[in-house]
Each structure stands twice: as structure tokens, then as C-alpha cells.
């Protein structure tokens, strides 16, 4: 696993990129995969890093596992990279908004 001072960066890192409550994003998740029938069950709702980085808001940082922090890592990159290219989705860019969404990220919240 990664070091205290790395892992410390690294959870610091994650809650700034990850601006969505775990209600928000659970409350997402389920609203993405809903259609005009059916709701999923919320632990079946949204992607498998979606659900992941979930289960890792509802985490203590002491309680990270290595396969948590390669997910922290991938989502750290993904806001970043989108950030470093002012790229960042607007509100226009309803498809890009709604892509980072599902790990978390809404580039329209303050």
C-alpha cells in the first residue's frame, strides 16, 4: 500500500475532486440507471467505479483498501485531466457532466 504521507495527499486529493455527497451521488447513480419502468436497487444502481467510489465516501481513510486507492488514484486523474485540458464539462455539455457525475465529480457545483 502507499505510504502515510502519500495516502494522506492522495485522501485530500479525492474529497477536493470528488464534490458530490455520498447522497448525491447515490441518489445519481440510481436516477442514471432509472428508465420509464423500473428503478434499480441502490446497491445495484451506476457504474462499478461509481459504486466504488460510493463505498469509499462512506469510508475512514484507516479503512482503505489497495484496490480503494487505485480507484482514488483513476478518479483523481480523470478530474484532473479534464481540468488540465479546460475541457471541463459546462452546462451544455450535458453527456461530459453527466459522465464525471457517476464517479462523483459535478463540474457545475462551487
Known sequence: MTDALELDA?????HRVVNMTSQELAAWLRVRDADENAEPLPEEAGTPTGQHVLAILQKRRTDLTDDD??????VVDTVTAQA???NEPRAEDTRGRHRLMTIGHDPLKP
Open 84 to 86: 488540465d485540458l479546460e
Open 69 to 74: 486507492v487505485r480507484v482514488m488514484y483513476r
Open 10 to 14: 492522495l485522501w485530500e486529493d479525492f
